[in-house]
């Protein structure tokens, strides 16, 4: 991914990571993009405690700031990119997971509704607020959800930049634009 747009002008490029948990794609983008400000939001208090941490453990924490959000609001900057790694189990698959994510994780970090989508539309609705114009959502979404996170992009007005797999060869990451 090229750097965002106002980096690219040397000016400090506002990210937002969504849903931040420890802060590792928060703190990588911070680290792989020097000029970049990154606003790393959870709705867990105790997860961005975490993510602060680790920012201070990798030297980035100067550049980086910590929200309490349900997703995005107010207090979040206009941004070139916001990225995302919602929580997509849909609910019906909590006895499928395997022993060390279903019993260790935080709930609110897996589940994502019924279909595991719940939180991707509510992103997407959100989103534009937050956005500089020609801005960019990256987002993570699960096995098998890439029809209805395509639909969902549509019909929330997105365009769909790109769908990329993951090491499997599975669909896993979308890039949008509005």
Same mark, same amino acid.
């Given at each position: 991914?090229?750097?965002?747009? @106002?980096? &690219?002008?040397?000016? *400090? ?12 794609? %928060? =703190? @990588?983008?911070a680290r792989e993009w020097p000029a970049a400000t990154v606003t790393a939001t959870d709705i867990s208090? &105790?997860?961005? @405690? ?13 550049? #980086? ?6 997703? =995005?609001?107010? $207090? ?7 990225? /995302? ?5 849909? =609910? %019906?698959?909590?006895?499928?997971? !395997? ?7 935080? $709930? ?17 609705? #959100?989103?534009?607020? /937050? ?6 959502? =990256? #987002?993570?979404?699960?096995?098998? !959800?890439? $029809?209805?996170?395509?639909? &969902? @992009?549509r019909d929330a007005g997105w365009q769909v930049i790109s769908v990329s797999p993951d090491l499997q060869?599975?669909? *896993?990451?979308?890039?949008?634009? *509005?």
């Amino acid at each position: 991914l090229a750097l965002p747009l @106002a980096a &690219a002008s040397g000016a *400090r490029a506002p990210v937002v990571d969504v849903g931040t948990g420890r802060g590792a794609i %928060a =703190i @990588a983008l911070a680290r792989e993009w020097p000029a970049a400000t990154v606003t790393a939001t959870d709705i867990s208090p &105790a997860a961005l @405690a975490v993510a602060a941490r680790n920012a201070h453990r990798h030297g980035v924490a100067e550049r #980086m700031r910590f929200v309490r959000a349900d997703l =995005i609001d107010s $207090q979040i900057p206009r941004s070139d990119l916001i990225v /995302c790694n919602p929580p997509y189990v849909p =609910i %019906a698959h909590r006895r499928s997971l !395997q022993p060390e994510v279903g019993t260790y994780e935080p $709930q609110v970090a897996l589940f994502g509704g019924a279909d595991g989508l719940e939180l991707v539309r509510r992103l997407l609705d #959100m989103a534009p607020a /937050c956005l500089v114009p020609g801005g960019t959502v =990256i #987002m993570e979404f699960g096995d098998g !959800q890439e $029809q209805g996170l395509l639909d &969902a @992009a549509r019909d929330a007005g997105w365009q769909v930049i790109s769908v990329s797999p993951d090491l499997q060869d599975i669909p *896993r990451v979308a890039v949008l634009r *509005r």
